[in-house]
């Protein structure tokens, strides 16, 4: 029999819980496919995540000497890398598996063992043209930002909105005009609310991946111009998605027929 080990990692003040199994023929357990995605199940809809070959050196604390080599190994794994974006891979949710494990060796001084490792993350990053589902976090007039429960970079632009649509500041919401066809915002805030289609906080929505932008922070000193300290940015997150709604079948559950058959978007706790 294969060991099971459930996993419960704190993720953007959310809990996420996998269950997997490391033992042969039990990666369908997780919808693992030959091509190395990886889908978890769960009420009536699949979540996409990638599994990604990772290597790095861990150290083990003398206390921990007593446990089963690769549990100490997983836990310190998972305290590096649990909730962390890395560069061009994505979000990291847990260790999947250990591939390859060296010996062992004391370095002079610290009295740790330090393992070379080869492992499988389970790293959250949906493919460009993915639809998945989501719930609308807010909005404004730039666009609309969505969560999956875990995750809250998920943005659908003001461009990638159906069209004719508008932001209507008191509702702090977009909505739709379907058949109209109205061009300006200022008449479009003037039509009668009952025609109007509301994409309103907390609405599950299904949205089309379109692209992912990764931004690498790099701390540093202050940057200086002829002396003169230049302004920082506002900090960016590391990891952000892109999606439309501007295609039929996108958009609230609500707007299509049959679309409870669609799936449901993650739980945020």
Aim: aromatic fraction near 10%; glycine fraction near 8%; charged fraction near 25%.
């Amino acid at each position: 029999m294969g060991r099971s080990f459930e996993v419960a990692l704190a993720l953007t003040s959310h809990v996420l819980i996998i269950d997997y199994h490391l033992a042969k023929g039990d990666s369908h357990v997780l919808g693992l496919e030959e091509h190395g995605r990886l889908t978890a199940f769960g009420k009536g809809t699949a979540r996409m995540f990638v599994l990604s070959v990772l290597k790095d050196t861990v150290a083990i604390h003398p206390s921990n000497f007593g446990a089963p080599v690769d549990q100490a190994l997983i836990v310190e794994l998972n305290k590096k890398y649990a909730n962390r974006v890395l560069h061009d891979v994505g979000l990291c949710v847990c260790v999947f598996d250990l591939t390859e494990v060296g010996e062992g060796k004391v370095r002079y001084g610290d009295g740790f063992l330090w393992y070379k490792l080869v492992f499988r993350m389970v790293v959250f990053r949906p493919f460009t043209s993915e639809v998945i589902v989501a719930k609308v976090k807010s909005s404004d007039e730039d666009g609309i930002r969505l969560t999956v429960g875990f995750f809250d970079d998920i943005y659908i632009p003001a461009s990638y909105l159906p069209q004719p649509t508008a932001f209507d500041p008191n509702e702090r919401a977009h909505f739709w005009l379907p058949d109209s066809e109205l061009t300006s915002t200022h008449d479009m805030l003037d039509t009668p609310v009952a025609e109007r289609m509301y994409i309103d906080q907390g609405e599950a929505v299904r949205v089309r991946v379109e692209t992912d932008d990764f931004y690498d922070d790099e701390p540093g000193p202050p940057k200086m111009a002829e002396g003169v300290q230049i302004k920082s940015e506002a900090k960016r997150a590391p990891y952000n998605i892109i999606c439309s709604i501007s295609e039929q079948g996108l958009g609230p559950l609500a707007w299509w027929s049959g679309a409870q058959d669609g799936g449901e978007p993650m739980d945020e706790g």
